[in-house]
């Protein structure tokens, strides 16, 4: 059974910290790698994607992917309120299927 | 807008009404999906669509069928609901397999079967 496993949090941070959440998979064969926000009763939306080794920056998040460590991490600067929310590591494994992780929960005090 | 519509937003049914959850996106993306997402569990991938007449199973396919007849369409089929499939539905499309292809999602259909 491929997996995807995420700490489940909460992970709190003050407003202005970096906030670091972790991923890891078990499937070696996996291609892309992508980040999704999902707020209290919305629909996933993407953040990031990744398929290289190294670091992928966007605006105040950066994407980290370690393949010969099956880890995958994602980095928020400056964490607002507004940051807080559930987020969602996918893994596409072999094929087209993708993977979810469970979300690890984000609260950013202000 | 581009976007994924899925109707409806709120559905309650009895045990073995058979159901149908629409989707359909305007984005003219080849990939289609289906995940349910249940507290603890998150986001498992029921079926997925690579293009047209083509499906097939994701991680929780028992229960479930669907089609894929037209690009823009791909519906949720439930024959014969059942409690344990009481969920948060999400519908999501992707341009291809590219590999920085991620999915956009629709805003979800809760079910309730009693």
């Known amino acids: 059974q491929k997996e995807v496993e995420q700490n489940s949090g909460p992970l709190s941070v003050p407003e202005g910290a970096i906030a670091s959440l972790n991923c890891t998979y078990s499937?070696?064969?996996?291609?892309?790698f992508f980040w999704y926000r999902q707020y209290s009763g919305k629909s996933p939306e993407l953040i990031m994607s990744?398929?290289?080794?190294g670091d992928k920056e966007d605006g105040r998040f950066t994407a980290q992917l370690n393949k010969a460590s099956q880890y995958v991490s994602l980095l928020i600067r400056d964490s607002q309120p507004s940051d807080s929310a559930t987020y969602l590591c996918?893994?596409?494994?072999?094929?087209?299927?993708?993977?979810f992780g469970a979300g690890t929960r984000l609260f950013v005090k202000a | 807008e581009a976007q994924v519509t899925q109707n409806p937003r709120y559905l309650i049914t009895v045990t073995g009404k058979k159901l149908t959850v629409t989707c359909s996106q305007n984005?003219?993306?080849?990939?289609m999906s289906w995940y349910r997402q249940d507290p603890g569990l998150g986001l498992r991938q029921i079926y997925y669509?690579?293009?047209?007449?083509?499906?097939d199973k994701g991680d929780v396919p028992e229960g479930y069928k669907v089609s894929r007849k037209e690009k823009r369409n791909f519906p949720l089929i439930l024959e014969s609901p059942s409690p344990n499939q009481t969920s948060l539905y999400f519908c999501?499309?992707?341009?291809?397999?590219?590999?920085?292809?991620?999915?956009?999602f629709g805003s979800g259909t809760r079910l309730t079967v009693v």
């Open positions: 996918a893994v596409r494994a072999g094929g087209f299927k993708t993977i």
């Open positions: 999501a499309s992707s341009p291809g397999g590219g590999l920085n292809y991620g999915y956009t």
């Open positions: 984005m003219n993306h080849e990939y």
């Open positions: 990744i398929y290289s080794n």
């Open positions: 669509s690579m293009n047209v007449e083509v499906t």
């Open positions: 499937d070696r064969g996996s291609q892309s």
